[in-house]
């Protein structure tokens, strides 16, 4: 039907309500027939969503408002699959998917669910912000593979297996790494952005590797929200700055990360799920396979089993991750609507961060509270040292209100001082009546255990602050706290 000669137009109408014009070619073109194939797609796929504006019109139906969503989500697909293609009309798909979003009136902005935290209050990007995100969007096709990925989803075990896993053991991670992903989206997106990589791959990585925690730190050394080992990151710039590792910092963490991946992808070329089994495994390693089975993809056996089990199970989960992260509504998944706006607000009054989690309580329904968040944005910061008054400190804008009704005076604040100040109890040794009393030995140094990290020894111990007990044992980055390791406790009320 497609197939003819151009200057014709198709048009859908639902009652005389709505069209979709499906597009109208301006020069004599024959399409190829995997063009032919993406026009007659385009034209089921808006179809559908016709279909499904008419009944979400009628009866406001939340599947039919998903499946509407998902029709309009494949369009978008289908219009950056098209700029690939040779001799495919990209005018086509531009026209029919921004009659499409102008046909919903608004109301795919209310039923977009965990899609419109993406695209602002509104949850349908403006005009500029389509155009702007469309390069990304052929950008995301390339490295995803067109379509395979979805087929990947659909038909690939591993990846379906994974899936699997982030929709029910795995999913208070992936919801929770969405919610800590949004407060952090206008720190780390722009690298990737900026790097034209997809931002679903960014959130995969996140998912999988922290959970969302910006001071993770794996049992090997892998450090920060990405989770750069110490040599990968010196390589892209990660140091030791004034006693912090800036492998914490997410703005810096977010432009190695994607400096890593851009050069993985001119190595391995552009083959994103060898590059994700490089970021696990290491590059050299992918390196040699790649060269060693010319042409071979992650899949191949070959390669596949030479990789480690850990590796052959990072690769499918991350993509699985990204692959929601695009199309939760298809899986019965509902991101929460996050209000990421980022804010600063001076302090009012002295207060560590600790404090300022306790008084700020679950303002705007936060089910996790907001320790975490104001840790996240603020990770050069200790969170239980008392900040000055007057300083700036990063939290989301909607929170200025809160912390000016509840943080700055009144029963919270009480209570948040109160609490800072508090100490946990010693152990008391009981003791039989005709035993002498015992000597409490004064303790100079610990050896460190394992899940141990500076800030629980200085809190336990008693030391000025973590800082202070990095710089006199001349620890200069997390891999340097080892298992076994001695650590005078100096400037520690020990006993």
């Known amino acids: 039907m497609l197939s003819q000669p151009v200057r014709r137009c198709i048009w859908l109408g639902f009652a005389g309500v709505v069209g979709l014009l499906t597009g109208c070619a301006s020069t004599p073109q024959r399409p190829t027939g995997q063009v032919d194939a993406l026009y007659r797609q385009l034209d089921r796929t808006a179809y559908q969503f016709n279909q499904t504006l008419g009944e979400v019109r009628q009866s406001g139906g939340s599947r039919s408002a998903e499946e509407m969503n998902a029709a309009l989500d494949t369009m978008r697909n289908e219009w950056a699959t098209c700029s690939y293609l040779k001799g495919c009309d990209v005018s086509r798909f531009r026209v029919a998917y921004e009659d499409a979003e102008r046909a919903t009136g608004g109301t795919a902005s209310q039923a977009r ?6 695209y602002g209050r509104q949850g349908v990007a403006s005009r500029a912000e389509r155009n702007a995100m469309l390069p990304e969007a052929r950008r995301t096709n390339a490295l995803l593979g067109n379509n395979k990925l ?10 379906q297996a994974a899936i699997e896993i982030w929709l029910t053991r ?3 991670q992936l919801i929770r790494s969405y919610v800590d992903y949004q407060y952090l989206r206008a720190q780390m997106w722009p690298a990737f952005r900026d790097a034209g990589l997809p931002e679903a791959v960014l959130f995969g990585l996140m998912a999988q590797e922290s959970g969302g925690r910006v001071h993770a730190v794996s049992r090997a050394g892998a450090a920060g929200p990405l989770q750069f080992m110490p040599e990968t990151g010196a390589r892209f710039g990660l140091m030791t700055v004034d006693n912090f590792d800036e492998r914490f910092d997410p703005v810096l963490e977010a432009r190695a990360a994607a400096a890593y991946l851009n050069e993985e992808l001119g190595v391995l070329n552009a083959n994103l799920a060898l590059v994700l089994a490089a970021y696990n495994g290491g590059e050299g390693l992918v390196g040699r396979l790649a060269t060693q089975n010319s042409g071979a993809g992650f899949w191949n056996p070959d390669l ?3 990789l480690s089990e850990q590796t052959r199970a990072y690769v499918p989960s991350v993509l699985a991750a990204a692959w929601l992260f695009l199309h939760p509504a298809r899986y019965n998944l509902h991101f929460p609507t996050i209000d990421g706006a980022p804010g600063n607000i001076e302090l009012a009054r002295p207060a560590s961060l600790d404090e300022i989690s306790v008084c700020l309580g679950d303002a705007g329904a ?22 000055a008054s007057g300083t700036s400190i990063t939290m989301p804008k909607f929170l200025r209100a809160t912390y000016e009704r509840d943080c700055m005076s009144g029963r ?13 109890l010693r152990p008391v040794l009981q003791l039989a009546a005709a035993d002498p009393p015992a000597v409490r030995p ?16 200085a809190r336990r111990f008693d030391c000025e602050s973590p800082n202070e007990l990095a710089k006199v044992n001349r620890i200069r980055s997390p ?13 520690c009320d020990s006993r």
């Open 113 to 118: 669910g965990g899609d419109a935290s993406r």
């Open 150 to 159: 979805s087929s990947l989803a659909a038909h690939n075990s591993a990846v």
């Open 170 to 172: 795995a999913r208070p």
């Open 304 to 306: 596949y089993s030479a």
């Open 366 to 387: 936060a089910r996790y509270g907001w320790y975490r968040t104001l840790r996240n944005l603020n990770p050069r910061l200790d969170p239980s040292q008392v900040i």
């Open 412 to 424: 919270w604040v009480a209570l948040a001082s109160e609490l800072q100040t508090a100490r946990p």
């Open 442 to 457: 004064r303790f100079r140094s610990y050896t460190v255990r394992p899940s141990n990290t500076l800030y629980s020894i």
């Open 479 to 491: 891999a340097d706290l080892v298992v076994g390791k001695r650590l005078a406790l100096v400037g």
